[in-house]
């Protein structure tokens, strides 16, 4: 069975986990190793503990069959008024091409369209999957920008719907 539920404190391991794979196996011919080495499960989960219990964040996961498949966040966009801010998708590598970010993306732009919200994502650029998907789902291109991780300096791109 599948749900989409809002997370919670005993999740906070499982969203790390699946953060850290992701990231080091998403951005390996992005980002440098040196960078993707020091990603830490345990510093990943704070970050993520600091958005349940903010009032202003949301952490939603979905589930399928009591197994954490993936999850989405997101807080309010601080440069664009009236917006939400997608923080992270991610979905384990083996829930991938199944629908799921698709599920959890369409969940988080009507619940900001019901308030007459618009919402953004920011991507590195040659990460094509996401960008593939997020204009799928009518995303378009708002701005290019330049990102720092940690003393890595990236080339992004934001999106919007």
Do not use: C
Not at 93 to 103: D, E, H, Y
């Amino acid at each position: 069975m599948q749900i989409i539920r809002k997370a919670n404190q005993s999740d906070l391991l499982a969203l790390a986990t699946i953060n850290t794979i992701n990231w080091r196996e998403t951005y390996a011919d992005i980002l440098p190793d040196e960078y993707l080495n020091t990603l830490s499960v345990s510093e990943i989960q704070k970050k993520w503990q600091t958005f349940i219990d903010s009032p202003v964040t949301t952490l939603q996961v979905v589930e399928i069959d009591n197994e954490i498949a993936g999850f989405v966040a997101t807080s309010d966009d601080d440069q664009i008024e009236n917006a939400t801010y997608v923080d992270a998708l991610h979905i384990s590598n083996r829930f991938q091409r199944k629908g799921l970010g698709t599920k959890l993306l369409n969940k988080v732009l009507e619940e900001a369209h019901k308030h007459n919200k618009r919402v953004t994502i920011a991507i590195l650029k040659g990460n094509e999957n996401a960008r593939n998907l997020y204009t799928k789902l009518g995303a378009v291109h708002l701005e290019d920008f330049t990102d720092h991780f940690g003393s890595v300096v990236t080339k992004s791109e934001r999106l919007i719907w």
